[in-house]
């Protein structure tokens, strides 16, 4: 269909493989920077939001454009990376349940364990150095393992002199056992959400989805904050006020936390207003939607966590809006049935349309590594985007449903050039190819074209 097809792939169910982000654009929070001082002790702190002009600096202006230029600043300064956290070398730990409630039904530890080091492939200058698979019986406690298990990762971990921090292949580690892993081993302890939010935070490139990830750090921030606080209360025998406020430094800090919090969620909703904007100017020019949707290393994953699938709700709600869903599948994966099934629990939540989930095109990519491969899927439709295999097939697909979703027609049209003709076409509907014809002054337009559209046509231009 050409440039008639507004190919939307929404940032967190993208059906790319995430490339290794440019060094640099690394998340502030991986890992800590070092400490600012502070008169009463060592931490780092959020800024408080500059105060007025003082006598050396000129006023500001209060036009519009001055306004814009102040918004803009402040939406600058939200989005503002922090020092990047430099190489990595990694030890990846997979806490095994083997028994009990808690015990995957649909994959193994061996998968579980290479999705991990897969996650920590795509991160720049992050490479693993070595992996161990554990067992335990109650991941969520202190420890994480029994006392054997934990004294055979720690004697691992002091064999590893090269290692500059753990990844605990779980979703969430508790501010409790992260202190008590990273005394106990000497480095710097990731879990599922820190890596994820990293891995977004590398491949962010819009504003929106930049501001989405800032919020998702938040409580992030505030585990960090609570923790560092209680480490100073610690060396300092409790808790100061700030000078004259009747405001201990915590309470501020939470305080700061909590208005950049509020600015993003506001600067989140202006985007979103703006986007439904643009999106009622689609309808109106009655411009296709698609949306490309797939399991990667982080668009969806097993085990998301749950304040991230928050975080970037609104850029779900836009699949909502799309007229056809095509879903990209690794068919070559051993886990391939796994992750079709997490991809459609998270469609099935967005309380999309029936309509659109009963027309998902279902595309099976990377057949060239499978020897004699069949499909069980009737209406699957086999590619392989590194040969080129199946696509001009997965082309025709989408054109035939998507022409039939939205009531359109590929036509030629034959316009006088010197009339109002192909401008006309080329505001209200979606000009494919112009052949000019000089010796007669017209021209064959193939347009995609609706039948309102093309009413008008007619009524405007009647032959």
Known sequence: MGSGLLLRGAAALCARGLRAAAAGRLCPLLPRPPA????????????????????????????????????????????????????????????AVKWGAKKPQLTTAELQIAEAVALINTLHNWTV??????STK????????????????????????????????????????????????GVTVFDRYTVVLHIFRCNAR???????????????????????????????GGSRYIMGSGETFMEMQYRLLKEKEFKIR???????????????????????VISVMGYTNCGFLS???HDLIESFSATLDDVAYSDLIVHVRDI???????????????LKNLNLPSHLLDSVVEVHNKVDLIERYQSLETNAIAVSALLGYGLEELKEEIERIVLKTTGKKILTIKVN????????????????????????????????ISNSALGKYKKLFPQ
């Not at 506001?266 to 296709?288: D, G, I, Y």
């Not at 003709?421 to 337009?445: F, H, I, R």
């Open 36 to 95: 600012r001082p502070l008169s009463t002790g060592g931490c780092w702190c959020l800024r408080a939001a500059p105060g007025p002009p003082g006598r050396g600096e000129p006023p500001r202006s209060v036009g519009r454009g001055a306004e814009e230029a102040v918004a803009e600043e402040e939406l600058e300064e939200l989005l503002a990376p922090g020092p990047p956290p430099g190489a990595q070398r990694l030890l990846v730990v997979h806490p």
């Open 129 to 134: 150095l070595d992996k161990i698979i554990l």
């Open 138 to 185: 109650t991941p969520d406690k202190k420890f994480i393992f029994g006392k054997g298990n934990f004294q055979i990762l720690t004697e691992k971990i002091k064999g590893l002199p090269h290692i500059t921090a753990v990844f605990v292949n779980i979703e969430r580690l508790s501010p409790l056992t992260k202190k008590e892993l990273e005394d106990a081993w």
């Open 206 to 236: 819009t504003k929106e989805a930049k501001l989405q990830i800032a919020l998702a750090e938040i409580p992030l921030l505030r585990t960090n904050l609570k923790n560092e606080m209680s480490q100073l209360d610690q060396q300092r």
């Open 266 to 288: 506001n600067a989140l909703e202006k985007l979103r207003r703006k986007r439904s904007v643009l999106r009622t100017q689609r309808e109106r020019r009655e411009f296709p």
């Open 303 to 305: 085990e998301l966590p």
């Open 332 to 346: 070559s994966h051993p886990e391939t049935v796994l992750q079709k099934a997490s991809v459609l629990s998270v």
């Open 417 to 448: 050039l010197a009339g109002p003709q192909l401008s006309w076409l080329y505001k209200e509907a979606t000009v494919q190819e112009v052949d000019v014809m000089p010796e007669n002054g017209t021209a064959n337009v193939k347009v995609i």
